[in-house]
């Protein structure tokens, strides 16, 4: 399917990110693709060169990059750090600030549909940092009042990186292929279905204004997204 929808993505560079760009791409919902950074990508694929445009901005300095996020109808939000990479002030910087920052934008430069990939347990009232800051940003973009926003709640992204984080090499050795294969929408979400998800979602009809979407509807709405080449819809277990 083909239309004249042109997406904004932030947070491209992360894996969530990379997935969801792919799968932009080589589904072709849409003419052009808008990618906003800290730094730009050397694409060597001539379907990223085509289809993608990359434009460089200062998160800390956000206000001074309107401009970036001008002509998008569909944002997808993947902005994400962690407190172990980060620190605590760097998490709420990047998690918070950040994404506050590039969804106020979007709204103002007239945004109908704002995609945010939130956490599983997002909780503005929780104790604990992470969950705590995750509650914190669906909460604000709540606010905003967007014709539409969908904020996903996926459960570990599984994913094969070249930089593993710590819980990440601890899940995979302990999770491994079992719990997929027996239970994959317990405690797992391949990024790739992820990205299936939110692809799809951005032409789903009838709708509610502001939704969020725990790990099994994750699941659900990725098996409903068409493959390129047969037009059929594709079964979580290709993954």
């Not at 693709?33 to 050397?42: E, F, N, S, W």
């Not at 060597?44 to 200062?58: A, H, M």
């Not at 994959?184 to 992820?194: A, G, M, N, R, S």
């Not at 994750?218 to 997204?225: D, G, M």
Request: glycine share 6%; with cysteine; net charge positive.
């Amino acid at each position: 399917m083909s239309t004249d929808k042109i997406a904004l993505v932030t947070g491209y560079t992360g894996e969530s990110g990379k997935a969801l760009v792919k799968e932009l791409i080589t589904n072709n919902q849409f003419k052009k693709i808008i990618l906003v950074g800290r730094r730009k990508v050397d694409y060597t694929e001539n379907e990223y060169k085509e289809k993608t445009e990359q434009r460089e901005i200062d998160f800390d300095q956000i206000d001074n990059y309107t401009e970036a996020f001008r002509g998008a109808d569909v944002h997808f939000c993947c902005l994400g750090t962690t407190r172990g990479k980060s620190g605590a002030e760097g998490f709420r910087r990047v998690d918070f600030d950040y994404i506050v920052g590039a969804a106020r934008l979007a709204k103002q430069e007239g945004c109908k549909h704002f995609h945010l990939v939130s956490s599983q347990g997002a909780n503005e009232n929780s104790y604990f940092l992470y969950p705590q800051v995750k509650g914190q940003a669906e909460a604000a973009l709540t606010k905003m009042s967007f014709p539409r926003l969908s904020i996903y709640r996926p459960a570990m992204l599984m994913v094969d990186r070249v930089e593993h984080r710590l819980m990440e090499r601890i899940a995979h050795s302990i999770i491994g292929h079992t719990v997929q294969r027996i239970a994959p929408e317990w405690i797992t979400t391949p990024v790739q279905i992820l990205a299936r998800a939110m692809c799809f979602n951005s032409f789903t009809k009838d709708r509610p204004s502001v939704e969020i979407i725990d790990n099994h509807a994750i699941f659900r709405l990725a098996e409903q997204q068409p493959n390129p080449s047969t037009g059929q819809t594709k079964a979580t277990n290709e993954l």
